[in-house]
């Protein structure tokens, strides 16, 4: 089942960074035309896929935890709500590594397009 989530979550943070860059080609060529390069251009949009990452994981966190303890409140159960904080954590940083990879595609293909082509692009 964990699995199955990350993989929906780095699908749909390719999805997002691959129409963030289409719909920014413009700006890509503008920053591109001021003098960032194209392993900057690569490393801004590969952070920000990261970002989107860990946005999903600190808000599933938030939400997950809470949800947990009220599910063993409301159940009766007579158990405490032990976190296992280890796999929580490589979980949280496996997502942070997936997702910016997952962004890389989508930003090479943003660095291959030349500054003069981008920003002669029609929004």
Do not use: C, D, H, K
């Amino acid at each position: 089942m964990l699995g199955l989530t990350v993989l929906m979550a780095v699908i749909g943070v390719g999805t997002t960074t691959g129409l963030t860059v289409l719909e920014r080609t413009r700006e890509s060529g503008l920053l591109r035309a001021l003098g960032l390069g194209r392993r900057g251009l690569r490393l801004a949009i590969g952070m920000e896929a990261g970002l989107y990452g860990a946005m999903g994981g600190t808000l599933g966190l938030a939400l997950g935890v809470p949800y947990a303890w009220l599910t063993i409140r409301a159940g009766n159960f007579g158990a405490p709500l032990l976190l296992p904080y280890g796999q929580l954590l490589t979980v949280f940083l496996s997502l942070l590594a997936v997702t910016a990879l997952a962004g890389l595609l989508p930003a090479r293909r943003a660095a291959r397009v030349s500054p003069v082509t981008a920003m002669g692009t029609a929004e």
